[in-house]
């Protein structure tokens, strides 16, 4: 009896083992193999003259209805600029530089709400400010949880509940609210590299630095990292992982000197955006050592574009290198920003 009962347990430990192994196998939530896009498309820019607006860095653009809002990395003295769209008149400047009230010392990105206000977010002062830009001025401000340490991107996940990365390296990202409480916590970086000797969570956060966009319609959130070439997206309808994605450049490659994570592979992606039934995220793709030599090598030449599960569709090779864009697919047009021309607002057709 004692053999016939190790007999079962052991035909039961080989059944639940290739259970195991064939549901990690099916499920499909974690592409190791590099991507290959079945075509590359060329597109010819036409350019959106705003001469009277001189953007040292233009890094986000958004366009809510008639207007388009775009945000200057490094401003002489406003972050934000408004035009009319798509006559590009200028409505004014807001989100001043500075250190006092309704001010950003620095601004990594900006979100359009749904009653003509924009809200920045300030990493230096931890804070995202809601602006109403006819009036000029703030009247909200969210505190980032100090737990976090900072947040260098965010996107609404509704009306109060905001998403961020996890700059602990605990999670990957997590929800918080406008009073700077976290609601919720979510993964993990996905990464397969050991942890380096002495090296901490947070630097690994800070190599694996994501840029983020949410669809609240779909629920549907992408992550792509700003080093090596890896895409997340998220269900977060069902709390669960659609697919990661790592490209031929793989993970985001790093030494650890000093406390740091010092990138020493590529730059990857600089921005992404979920629509209704694609992702779209714009690709650099050149090594440091590249930059090192040309430091005229800024922005993207590339936007790949994956469905909502992760399956490549195309990729479409720009005139210009880009840093930021929105996508309107209503029309069938990316309004990018091109950082190697006196002209940046840029639009390109597609198909």
């Not at 001043?96 to 990105?109: D, F």
């Not at 900006?110 to 804070?127: F, H, P, Q």
């Not at 006819?134 to 996940?157: N, V």
């Not at 669809?215 to 669960?240: F, S, W």
Request: with cysteine; net charge negative.
């Amino acid at each position: 009896m004692r053999k016939k009962s190790n007999l079962f347990l052991y035909d039961w430990f080989v059944i639940c083992f290739f259970c195991s192994l064939m549901f990690i196998l099916l499920s499909g939530c974690n592409n190791k193999d590099p991507w290959n896009f079945p075509e590359t498309i060329e597109l010819i820019s036409e350019k959106r003259n705003i001469d009277i607006v001189d953007l040292k860095y233009p890094f986000r653009v958004r366009l809510q209805d008639s207007l388009l809002y775009v945000m200057d990395l490094h401003p002489v003295e406003y972050y934000c600029h408004r035009f009319s769209y798509p006559a590009m008149n200028f409505k004014g400047a807001f989100a001043k530089r500075g250190n006092g009230p309704q001010e950003l010392v620095n601004s990594y990105n900006i979100r359009v709400g749904k009653k003509e206000n924009i809200w920045c977010l300030d990493a230096y002062k931890k804070s995202i400010l809601e602006f109403f830009p006819e009036k000029m001025s703030s009247i909200q401000e969210g505190k980032i949880p100090k737990e976090l340490i900072t947040a260098l991107d965010f996107d609404f996940y509704n009306d109060s509940i905001i998403i961020v990365p996890d700059y602990t390296g605990e999670s990957r990202f997590c929800l918080m609210d406008l009073k700077g409480n976290v609601r919720k916590k979510y993964f993990s970086i996905p990464t397969h590299q050991k942890i380096k000797a002495g090296e901490s969570k947070i630097v690994l956060a800070q190599a694996w630095r994501p840029f983020l966009n949410y669809n609240q319609e779909n629920g549907i959130l992408a992550l792509v990292t700003q080093l090596g070439e890896v895409i997340e997206i998220y269900d977060m309808h069902n709390d669960t992982i659609v697919n990661i994605m790592y490209g031929k450049a793989g993970e985001p490659a790093y030494d650890f000197q000093n406390g740091h994570a010092v990138p020493t592979g590529i730059m990857g992606y600089s921005d992404v955006f979920v629509g209704k039934e694609n992702i779209y995220a714009i690709f650099w793709g050149y090594s440091f050592k590249e930059i090192n030599r040309n430091y005229q090598l800024q922005g993207g030449e590339y936007i790949h574009v994956f469905d909502l599960k992760g399956n490549p569709l195309k990729e479409y090779k720009l005139d210009h290198y880009v840093s930021g864009f929105h996508v309107d697919e209503d029309n069938k047009k990316f309004i990018a920003l091109a950082l190697d021309t006196d002209q940046p607002v840029v639009e390109y057709s597609y198909q």
